[in-house]
């Protein structure tokens, strides 16, 4: 092998460990035996690969004293001052791997200086050896930017997803699964223990033959679908690296949080996830009787709760477009005998938060409520949701977020595009409402309240 190419073996094998090892930090687990032994066999292998480079430039460089006087090289811009003579990172495999702020960044800082280096890349400037180790190979030689680019390194990637995953993130709150195809397919059982599908139970006399009845087991098939993100930006960014590193990576995440929670809550299920309010098992409370035109009382909140099975309250919440809080703060529980809807008096049903020691969500009958601009206008349906997001499937590509950069596309307008993508699909494990043992009731994981 030539010394470029154990170069790409070094930067593969510094790949593969640290994609190991950042899974199961994203996963927050341990890494598992055959994982272990993965990482280690790839630092095995990276310290023989990197003395073979190292005794083949020591080989070419004794060569080359012998024919002519060679001044000492420096560094390229960028790389620490212990780097080795072939442009090496400083820092091995095993150094890489030491603390989790700094593995899995090839050397770089931040996002900023990153991108700055494509730039001066692809200007003629010098080639920060940095990048011809995380340079895409399949579009030709590596380090080459007019071949196909540069790939951002990991740790941005998981800097993103982490953003889409986190704590204001309806995704974070659902049942998540992920897929190595384009879609999972999960046997559900939808019969109630006191209705006549299914499994059921009989009282049967003394020496009697046992009544039979057979499981009734369905399938559900969900897809997964592209969200992506394309993100241009001028060469004049390009320059401000702290500014570049702030605007991609907040930029990008806050469109794609919003698309996913948007899709949880109003999805079509159209090449995109299907949402609460088209789910089928979704139920509508009916407002009262008198109740004035977009308005929220104490009693349509008592009756939402009542339409949740008790067994999913406990890790259900309230999802609010933000003008219901006004109502939600109002709202009392009705005393005497005045008109339905009309009157409210006693105790405030809404519990503002409890300090920076408290909750961080003010609640109702203590479940957390959620504002977001993913919920419709109040007085409609779906301006307040009572949610049991762990009844919601989120079926997500187990390759994660992807993201990529491009000279190519605007290259007559000075632009360079970071594109993001993420291959989610989802919708809520039951198919429709269910049904009292008594009475015309119904009940499902997600309850609304009807148009005032």
Known sequence: MTIEELKARLAALNETAATIQNKADTEGRELTDDESKAIENALEEFDRVEADVKRREKLANQGARVTASAGRRAAPEGVAAAANAGGLPARSIRGALETAEQKNRWGWLNFGEFASAVKGAVSGRQVDNRLENAALSTYGSEGVGADG????????????????????????????????????????????????????????????????????????????????????????????????????????????????????????????????????????????????????????????????PARWRSTAVWLAHPDTEPQLMGAGLQIGPAAAGTATGGALVWMPPGGISGAPYASLFGRPIIPTQACQTLGTVGDLIFSAMPQYAAVQKASGLKSDSSIHLWFDQGVTAFRFSLRLGGQPWWSSTIAAKNGSTTYGPFVTLAAR
């Open 149 to 308: 680019g540069f790939a951002v390194p990991p740790e941005f990637r998981a800097t993103i997803l982490q953003k889409v995953t986190g704590e204001d993130s309806l995704l974070s709150r659902c049942d998540q699964v992920q897929t190595g195809g384009y879609s999972i397919t999960v046997p559900k059982d939808e019969a109630t223990p006191w209705g006549t599908a299914g499994i059921q139970g009989y009282w049967d006399g003394e020496a009697a033959a046992y009544t039979q009845k057979k499981p009734a087991l369905e399938n559900t098939q969900i897809r997964v679908h592209k969200l992506t993100a394309l993100v241009p930006v001028t060469d004049e960014l390009l320059e401000d690296a702290p500014a570049l590193g702030s605007y991609v990576q907040n930029k990008a995440a806050d469109v794609l949080d919003f698309k996913v929670t948007d899709a949880i809550i109003n999805g079509s299920g159209a090449g995109q996830p299907l949402g609460i309010l088209n789910a089928g098992c979704t139920v509508s409370q009916a407002a009262e009787g008198s109740q004035v035109a977009a308005t929220i009382h104490g009693l349509n909140l008592i009756k939402m709760w009542a339409r949740m």
